[in-house]
């Protein structure tokens, strides 16, 4: 289920993650089981998320090979150390909508995204970048604790596509 995309502003947020180059297609391998790794260094650091976990893409190549960061929103921006970096959602207006349901399915909410970007005369940011300086910035939030929901037809994703200007 969607909800009706729109265009909402968001503030600038910091976050603390991890970044991993990752085809598309191993996404549900390599991903998830960073989360709790990020979740174990912010305890052990006493840094409190300020928000879900989420998958932040920055950029893909043409052989879908993808930029990807997988972390918690921080209150204040945060070092890191070693493969734990931190990294902030640029302030600025996005695409965004709800998607409920099984993540294996949530393509469709992504192309609903790039429908609407196209049919309101928006532009995605996007771009390859590099990896140390990648830039773009589509973003999937699960505020979803599946321990607690072990519907996946309840599953909940807010999804976010930061525009241009």
Do not use: C
Request: charge should be negative.
């Amino acid at each position: 289920m969607l909800s009706t995309p729109e265009r909402v502003y968001k503030e600038e947020q910091p976050y603390i993650m991890i970044r991993k180059i990752v085809n598309m297609n191993d996404i549900p391998a390599e991903l998830p089981p960073l989360v709790p790794k990020v979740k174990a260094w912010m305890e052990s650091n006493g840094i409190e998320q300020d928000g879900p976990p989420f998958f932040h893409y920055l950029a893909m190549d043409k052989n879908n090979d993808i930029i990807a960061e997988a972390g918690f929103p921080v209150k204040a921006p945060v070092a890191g150390s070693g493969e734990f970096l931190g990294g902030r959602f640029k302030a600025g207006h996005y695409a965004h909508l709800t998607y409920t349901g099984d993540y294996k399915y949530m393509m469709t909410a992504h192309k609903a995204l790039e429908a609407f970007t196209k049919e309101n005369g928006f532009e995605e940011e996007m771009g390859l970048g590099t990896s140390e300086e990648p830039h773009g910035s589509r973003a999937e939030f699960y505020p979803t604790d599946e321990t607690e929901v072990p519907d996946p037809d309840k599953w909940v994703t807010e999804i976010f596509v930061l525009l241009k200007g």
